[in-house]
Nanobody
Framework: QVQLVESGGGLVQPGGSLRLSCAASGSIFSDNAMGWYRQAPGKQRELVAT???????NYADSVKGRFTISRDNAKNTVYLQMTSLAPEDTAVYYC????????????????????WGQGTQVTVSS
């Protein structure tokens, strides 16, 4: 059974920081790349960061230099450290395993599972 539990969200002022956690069931986590997504009101879900099973990260341009993704394979947990938060980072954040698809113009990432966790709300506001 797919199980993804996100936590760590909250209300933070612009410029602040948060650390999100995602606990995944072992069947999801082991040997899989993992990703953090976010969905703002009225917008499509977007991928913000990925990390391979051996720890190689990749970031969307919008968060590069501000967010850091990491994973603890012993705990089946992936983290997202967010700094210099801005109002446009406000969204519900989700995690999922991701599939990497190499292409001529780069690597594309797709969520592995249709079932998502409840997400964790991040609100950046003064």
């Amino acid at each position: 059974q797919v199980q993804l539990v996100e936590s760590g969200g909250g209300l933070v002022q612009p410029g602040g920081s948060l650390r999100l956690s995602c606990a995944a069931s072992g069947s999801i986590f082991s040997d899989n790349a993992m990703g953090w997504y976010r969905q703002a009101p009225g917008k499509q879900r977007e991928l913000v960061a990925t990390i391979t099973s051996d720890g190689r990260p990749n970031y969307a341009d919008s968060v590069k230099g501000r967010f850091t993704i990491s994973r603890d394979n012993a705990k089946n947990t992936v983290y997202l450290q967010m700094t210099s938060l801005a109002p446009e980072d406000t969204a519900v954040y989700y995690c999922n395993a991701v599939v990497e698809v190499p292409a001529a113009d780069g690597t594309y990432y797709y969520p592995s599972y249709d079932s998502w966790g409840q997400g964790t709300q991040v609100t950046v506001s003064s």
